[in-house]
């Protein structure tokens, strides 16, 4: 059964630092998203792509975050300067189907 | 706008018992709707979804959820519940057509006793 692949799969970073989460979506699919989970808190939607651009964002995703897919087949989401709050797990879906989550633990 | 309600935090059944997750949602047009199961520490799996058809869906593991239009809910359900079934579960539903956004709801902690 195809699946989503996520790396790393725990992130720690000091504030202010740049991170870039990655993914792998499912290889006949055509749109992504990304979506964050505070600890203990809802699944929040940040960014959906579609066609290699970003076709819708939420609040959440401000001038900090960007997404793109480089080669066809990582789809990676970028936070340029990181804050506490952006601790959360990151998960990125293809279609309905969920990656593991990568861990972002900002200090 | 769309929107999903889990009107419990918890939900507490005995090993062997049938149990009942619930949700409701508001949406404008079709719903899209979803069922995720989150074990701690981990990523969201997929159960089964709705988006036409039979109103009875089946689903991963032996669970079902029922769509009801008139009452709009999409409640989860499983005949026999089993210890391993405890987790985290989120409804969801899709806004802005068959390929937005899913917009999920708080979570319902399912938590099967033995």
């Known amino acids: 059964e195809p699946e989503v692949t996520q790396t790393p799969s725990h992130q720690v970073t000091q504030m202010g630092q740049e991170v870039i989460l990655r993914c792998v979506p499912i290889?006949?699919?055509?749109?992504f998203y990304w979506y964050r989970q505070i600890l203990g808190q809802k699944v929040e939607f940040l960014v959906s792509?579609?066609?290699?651009?970003?076709?819708?964002k939420s609040e959440i995703f401000d001038d900090q975050f960007s997404v793109e897919r480089p080669d066809g087949s990582n789809f990676t989401l970028k936070i340029r300067s990181t804050k506490l709050e952006d601790s959360a797990m990151y998960f990125c879906?293809?279609?309905?189907?969920f990656g593991p989550g990568t861990r972002l633990t900002v200090l | 706008a769309q929107s999903v309600a889990q009107p419990e935090d918890q939900v507490n059944v005995a090993e062997g018992n049938p149990l009942t997750v619930k949700c409701t949602y508001s949406?404008?047009?079709?719903?899209?709707l979803f069922w995720y199961v989150q074990y701690p520490n981990r990523g969201l799996q997929f159960l089964l979804k709705?988006?036409?058809?039979?109103?009875l869906v089946k689903g991963s593991y032996g669970f079902e959820a029922e769509f009801n239009k008139s009452q709009t809910s999409f409640h989860l359900k499983k005949p026999s519940a089993l210890v391993s079934d405890s987790a985290l579960y989120f409804c969801?539903?899709?806004?802005?057509?068959?390929?937005?956004?899913?917009?999920f709801g708080k979570g319902t902690k399912l938590s099967v006793k033995p």
């Open positions: 792509f579609y066609n290699n651009e970003i076709s819708e």
């Open positions: 709705y988006i036409t058809g039979d109103n």
């Open positions: 290889s006949n699919h055509l749109y």
């Open positions: 879906a293809s279609r309905q189907i």
């Open positions: 949406v404008s047009g079709n719903p899209y």
């Open positions: 969801a539903v899709r806004g802005g057509g068959s390929q937005g956004n899913l917009i």
